[in-house]
């Protein structure tokens, strides 16, 4: 049964800084997309982040490139999101999820591809 658990949100001001974790059990983490999204009240779930396998590539959303970087560590089975430079506009509900299936060589960054989803954690900066 695969799991992805967050963790790591809070609240901080303008110009704060959080970083998310993302645990990942039953499931094969090192050989396959994994990303970030998020959602605001009556908004559909944005793409923030997607990483690719291995280390080879990393995606983000234009709003947040220069302030956020994603990275996995592999010996904890973890995908972690360092988000530097928070603006009030980065509230919302981040979760993590996870693509099934082979890899082939790209990550997509609609939320449709992903299959497995943790139960997301809040981020609340205020100006």
């Known amino acids: 049964q695969v799991q992805l658990v967050e963790s790591g949100g809070g609240s901080v001001q303008a110009g704060g800084s959080l970083r998310l974790s993302c645990a990942a059990s039953g499931y094969d983490y090192s050989n396959n997309c994994m990303g970030w999204f998020r959602q605001t009240q009556g908004k559909e779930r944005e793409w923030v982040v997607v990483d690719k396998p291995g280390g080879v590539g990393t995606y983000y959303t234009p709003s947040v490139k220069g302030r956020f970087t994603a990275s996995r560590d592999s010996a904890k089975n973890t995908l972690y999101l360092q988000m530097n430079n928070l603006k009030p506009e980065d509230t919302a509900m981040y979760y993590c999820?996870?693509?099934?299936?082979?890899?082939?060589?790209?990550?997509?960054?609609?939320?449709?591809?992903?299959?497995?989803w943790g139960q997301g954690t809040q981020v609340t900066v205020s100006s």
């Open positions: 999820a996870a693509r099934d299936g082979v890899y082939r060589n790209f990550c997509p960054n609609d939320r449709i591809n992903y299959k497995y």
